[in-house]
Protein backbone atom coordinates (compact mmCIF):
# COMPACT_ATOMS: atom_id res chain seq x y z
CA UNK A 1 0.00 0.00 0.00
CA UNK A 2 3.05 2.54 0.95
CA UNK A 3 4.45 1.79 -2.34
CA UNK A 4 0.76 2.19 -3.89
CA UNK A 5 0.88 5.89 -2.05
CA UNK A 6 4.44 6.56 -3.30
CA UNK A 7 3.61 6.09 -6.36
CA UNK A 8 0.94 8.13 -6.62
CA UNK A 9 2.81 11.40 -4.90
CA UNK A 10 5.46 10.80 -7.50
CA UNK A 11 3.35 10.61 -10.12
CA UNK A 12 1.65 13.68 -8.78
CA UNK A 13 4.41 15.76 -8.80
CA UNK A 14 6.04 14.92 -12.16
CA UNK A 15 2.69 16.45 -13.45
CA UNK A 16 2.05 19.43 -11.32
CA UNK A 17 5.58 20.37 -10.77
CA UNK A 18 6.74 23.40 -12.43
CA UNK A 19 10.30 24.75 -11.17
CA UNK A 20 10.96 27.26 -8.57
CA UNK A 21 13.11 29.90 -7.70
CA UNK A 22 13.15 32.61 -5.10
CA UNK A 23 13.22 36.05 -5.49
CA UNK A 24 15.53 37.23 -3.28
CA UNK A 25 17.46 40.64 -1.65
CA UNK A 26 20.83 40.38 -3.28
CA UNK A 27 22.25 38.59 -0.41
CA UNK A 28 24.25 37.50 -1.79
CA UNK A 29 26.92 36.36 -5.22
CA UNK A 30 26.53 33.56 -7.66
CA UNK A 31 28.64 31.04 -6.01
CA UNK A 32 30.90 29.11 -8.60
CA UNK A 33 31.54 26.32 -7.13
CA UNK A 34 31.44 23.18 -9.97
CA UNK A 35 29.21 19.95 -9.47
CA UNK A 36 30.40 17.20 -7.41
CA UNK A 37 28.33 14.24 -8.59
CA UNK A 38 25.78 13.65 -11.73
CA UNK A 39 22.45 14.01 -12.77
CA UNK A 40 19.83 12.05 -10.34
CA UNK A 41 16.03 11.78 -9.41
CA UNK A 42 14.18 13.71 -6.37
CA UNK A 43 12.20 11.95 -4.43
CA UNK A 44 8.90 13.34 -4.51
CA UNK A 45 8.10 15.73 -1.37
CA UNK A 46 5.53 14.59 0.66
CA UNK A 47 2.51 17.04 0.79
CA UNK A 48 3.26 20.13 3.51
CA UNK A 49 -0.02 18.93 5.97
CA UNK A 50 2.28 15.81 6.76
CA UNK A 51 4.48 17.87 8.26
CA UNK A 52 7.67 16.06 6.70
CA UNK A 53 11.00 17.43 5.34
CA UNK A 54 11.76 17.26 1.92
CA UNK A 55 14.74 15.35 1.02
CA UNK A 56 16.16 14.83 -2.42
CA UNK A 57 17.65 11.43 -3.86
CA UNK A 58 21.12 11.51 -5.18
CA UNK A 59 21.34 14.86 -6.45
CA UNK A 60 24.07 16.63 -7.55
CA UNK A 61 25.95 18.44 -4.61
CA UNK A 62 28.10 21.78 -4.83
CA UNK A 63 30.78 22.88 -2.86
CA UNK A 64 28.66 25.67 -1.53
CA UNK A 65 26.21 23.02 -0.48
CA UNK A 66 23.48 23.45 -2.70
CA UNK A 67 21.90 20.60 -3.86
CA UNK A 68 19.66 20.25 -7.18
CA UNK A 69 18.38 17.78 -9.07
CA UNK A 70 17.11 18.10 -13.27
CA UNK A 71 14.02 16.82 -14.01
CA UNK A 72 14.31 18.37 -17.37
CA UNK A 73 17.46 19.40 -19.07
CA UNK A 74 17.04 22.53 -21.16
CA UNK A 75 18.52 23.27 -24.42
CA UNK A 76 18.75 27.15 -24.29
CA UNK A 77 20.98 29.56 -23.16
CA UNK A 78 22.51 29.14 -20.00
CA UNK A 79 22.10 33.05 -17.84
CA UNK A 80 25.28 34.48 -16.79
CA UNK A 81 25.73 36.96 -13.18
CA UNK A 82 24.62 39.83 -15.03
CA UNK A 83 21.22 38.59 -17.02
CA UNK A 84 17.88 39.22 -16.34
CA UNK A 85 15.75 35.97 -15.95
CA UNK A 86 12.36 34.72 -16.18
CA UNK A 87 11.13 31.41 -14.13
CA UNK A 88 7.90 30.23 -12.57
CA UNK A 89 8.85 29.06 -8.98
CA UNK A 90 7.23 27.71 -6.23
CA UNK A 91 9.60 27.90 -2.63
CA UNK A 92 8.84 25.68 -0.02
CA UNK A 93 10.34 25.37 3.48
CA UNK A 94 12.45 22.19 3.54
CA UNK A 95 11.52 21.78 6.95
CA UNK A 96 7.67 20.63 5.80
CA UNK A 97 7.45 21.85 2.91
CA UNK A 98 4.89 24.41 2.94
CA UNK A 99 4.95 26.82 0.67
CA UNK A 100 6.10 30.34 1.22
CA UNK A 101 5.81 32.04 -2.54
CA UNK A 102 5.27 30.54 -5.84
CA UNK A 103 4.72 32.54 -9.25
CA UNK A 104 2.98 29.21 -9.98
CA UNK A 105 -0.14 30.05 -8.28
CA UNK A 106 0.23 33.54 -8.87
CA UNK A 107 -0.28 32.54 -12.80
CA UNK A 108 2.58 34.94 -13.78
CA UNK A 109 6.58 34.04 -14.33
CA UNK A 110 8.72 36.36 -12.30
CA UNK A 111 11.20 38.20 -13.83
CA UNK A 112 14.47 39.34 -12.16
CA UNK A 113 18.26 40.24 -12.02
CA UNK A 114 20.53 37.40 -11.53
CA UNK A 115 22.37 39.93 -9.22
CA UNK A 116 19.19 40.24 -7.40
CA UNK A 117 18.36 36.84 -5.87
CA UNK A 118 19.73 35.07 -3.09
CA UNK A 119 23.41 33.39 -3.44
CA UNK A 120 21.67 29.51 -3.33
CA UNK A 121 19.06 30.78 -5.98
CA UNK A 122 21.58 32.60 -8.37
CA UNK A 123 23.75 29.99 -8.31
CA UNK A 124 20.93 27.28 -9.12
CA UNK A 125 20.02 29.13 -11.86
CA UNK A 126 23.42 29.69 -13.27
CA UNK A 127 23.78 25.97 -14.69
CA UNK A 128 20.39 26.06 -16.31
CA UNK A 129 19.30 26.43 -19.74
CA UNK A 130 16.32 27.67 -20.97
CA UNK A 131 13.64 25.33 -21.00
CA UNK A 132 15.02 23.48 -17.90
CA UNK A 133 13.36 22.45 -14.67
CA UNK A 134 15.53 21.59 -11.50
CA UNK A 135 14.26 21.39 -7.70
CA UNK A 136 16.88 22.75 -5.94
CA UNK A 137 17.79 22.37 -2.02
CA UNK A 138 19.35 25.54 -0.79
CA UNK A 139 21.16 25.02 2.94
CA UNK A 140 20.19 28.15 4.74
CA UNK A 141 23.64 29.89 4.75
CA UNK A 142 23.34 30.51 0.76
CA UNK A 143 19.09 31.31 1.49
CA UNK A 144 18.34 33.81 4.30
CA UNK A 145 20.58 32.46 6.64
CA UNK A 146 20.24 33.93 10.40
CA UNK A 147 18.12 36.54 9.08
CA UNK A 148 15.06 34.77 7.92
CA UNK A 149 12.62 36.68 5.59
CA UNK A 150 8.68 36.89 6.09
CA UNK A 151 7.59 33.78 6.70
CA UNK A 152 11.06 31.96 5.95
CA UNK A 153 12.22 31.49 9.81
CA UNK A 154 15.83 32.51 10.65
CA UNK A 155 18.19 29.25 9.74
CA UNK A 156 15.84 28.07 7.21
CA UNK A 157 16.28 25.38 4.91
CA UNK A 158 13.82 26.17 1.77
CA UNK A 159 13.58 24.49 -1.45
CA UNK A 160 12.59 25.79 -5.05
CA UNK A 161 10.99 24.30 -7.86
CA UNK A 162 12.31 26.56 -10.92
CA UNK A 163 11.58 26.29 -14.35
CA UNK A 164 13.71 28.15 -16.33
CA UNK A 165 11.56 30.42 -19.05
CA UNK A 166 13.95 33.16 -20.84
CA UNK A 167 17.37 34.98 -19.91
CA UNK A 168 18.14 38.50 -21.55
Avoid: W
Avoid at 39 to 68: H, K, M
Amino acid sequence: MNRIVFLLVSLSVLVVASVAVACGDGAGEPATAAATTARSTAVPETPSSSNTPITLANPTVTASGLRYVDEQVGSGATPSASSMVTVHYTGKLASDGSVFDSSVARGQPATFAMNGVIAGFAEALSTMKVGGKRIAYLPANIAYGARGSGPIPPNADIVFEIELIDVR
